[in-house]
């Protein structure tokens, strides 16, 4: 079956931009976690749906980020107005509900910020 | 706060040699336990995990044991191949309900034939 697709896999933007980037969970799966990966470091929680419900959003590094997962399905995050410290590799991962469960990650949408 | 360390690499060793990654971890919960892998150009995939004290996670020949008394999850594989290389990353997850990971930096392993 499929797996966690995300997009787009790379992503250039000139500081000060907007971008979105989109993640598609595996069908039924109720977790939804965000993660922000930079060169050479293990990923980072930045937030965590339960269905549409967003129920931690502690990682998120700033104001600018944001995320949403309005019918609880698919997911977007949304960086505004980036700045070059925003480079890094953001993982989407879904799971089934409870901690025993594992997470499956996408591949990741690469960003860059010059 | 939870917090998850792992041995720096790289780790560079000959076909067939036995591999061990140390991985400690501190919480304040009871967290399961994960080891992940990433070969080059692909996600995150699981490897194997532990959810209670002294279990034993296998799998592909590599294993960890969850050692409650000293805070680690080591990862040890007897006979290593070239396509194990990899970059392997410890992970636990909270107990707090979120069931976020927390992960460690990684560690790179270069197997040479």
């Known amino acids: 079956g499929a797996g966690v697709s995300q997009s787009p896999r790379y992503k250039v933007a000139k500081r000060g931009q907007d971008v979105a980037l989109r993640c598609d969970p595996i069908?039924?799966?109720?977790?939804l976690f965000w993660y922000q990966q930079a060169l050479g470091q293990g990923p980072e929680f930045l937030t965590y749906f339960q269905n549409e419900a967003q129920l931690d959003k502690s990682g998120l590094p700033s104001d600018r980020f944001f995320a949403e997962r309005p019918e609880g399905s698919v997911s977007t995050l949304k960086i505004q107005r980036t700045q070059q410290e925003d480079s890094a590799v953001y993982l989407c991962?879904?799971?089934?509900?409870?901690?025993?469960?594992?997470?499956?990650f996408g591949p990741g949408t690469r960003l860059t910020v010059l | 706060g939870d917090s998850v360390t792992q041995m720096e690499g790289p780790v560079t060793l000959s076909e067939e040699a036995f591999l061990t990654i140390n991985c400690t971890y501190t919480?304040?919960?009871?967290?399961?336990l994960f080891w992940y892998v990433q070969y080059p150009g692909e996600g995150l995939q699981l490897l194997l995990k532990?959810?209670?004290?002294?279990d034993k996670g296998s799998n592909k020949g590599f294993e960890a044991t969850y050692r409650k008394e000293t805070t680690s999850f080591h990862l040890e594989k007897g006979s290593v191949q070239v396509s194990d290389s990899a970059v392997y990353f410890c992970a636990l997850s909270d107990g707090s309900g979120t069931y976020k990971y927390i992960f460690g930096t990684g560690t790179r392993l270069k197997v040479l034939a």
């Open positions: 069908s039924g799966h109720v977790s």
């Open positions: 991962a879904s799971s089934t509900r409870g901690t025993y469960n594992e997470q499956f």
């Open positions: 532990a959810t209670k004290a002294d």
């Open positions: 919480a304040t919960g009871y967290p399961s």
